[in-house]
């Protein structure tokens, strides 16, 4: 036990760092390094990465309050558009947690695999959507967090991956899009994580000291450290040529992804 968790605050290290110095975190970083890290203490393959997306979501609780803690001082959260799209959030999070719940681990692990492969091209091609519209009303800001809500369940992500392009394609400044999916990751990590905890509360094959399908020690782990390494990325990011290391990233989210489909098949 105590290799395994030595273990999770490495991968806390390393998630941390990464959050801070390329913007990422969540099921990116986190969900995969979990993946590898349970196959090597032969937890029951049908569980694995059922835990690895619980357990990432309920890490992603306490990071998203730091950071949109931080936004929030510098006047980069868009509190307006927080309340308008968190009902949607909270409804398809949790939602989304039933459906991967019953979903079989090799069909959730391809479906990760091809969001890995959807974030990996991103961010190697660095597109960002073209400003072309204002944002929606109360109807289209919460069918819109229905929809990252329930995309975010199943891949253990905090949202930015999906919520910040939304916002500045809606003319929302690239700061405050940040910050403000920061902001909404809370409530994501949230109802995630309460998901995959009742949805996994009597799941055969669990280890011990499993909450449902979030695993207490590497969620310690995982939160501890890389709350302290984050803004060493941060302070790191200021310091090195960002674009060449996003195409860098980008080349090891491929191997990450075709490692883990390589697994599935």
Known sequence: MLT???????????????????????????????VFAFSWQNLPPDVIIHMAIGTSL???MFTAVSSSWAHHKHGGVDWHVFKFITIGILLGTYCGSFVAARLPARYLQIFFVVFLLYVATNMLLNKKPNPTRHLPGFAGMTGAGLVIGAISSLVGIGGGTLSVPFLVWHNVDMRRAVGTSAAIGFPIAFAGALGYVTNGWNAPGLPEYALGFVYLPALV???AISMLTAPVGASIAHRLPIPKLKKFFSIFLYVVALKMLMDVL
């Open 4 to 34: 395994a968790f030595l273990l999770y605050c490495v991968l806390g290290a390393i998630a941390g760092i990464l959050a801070g110095l390329l913007g990422i975190g969540g099921g990116t970083v986190v969900v995969p390094m979990l």
């Open 58 to 60: 309920a890490s992603i």
């Open 221 to 223: 782990g995982i939160v």
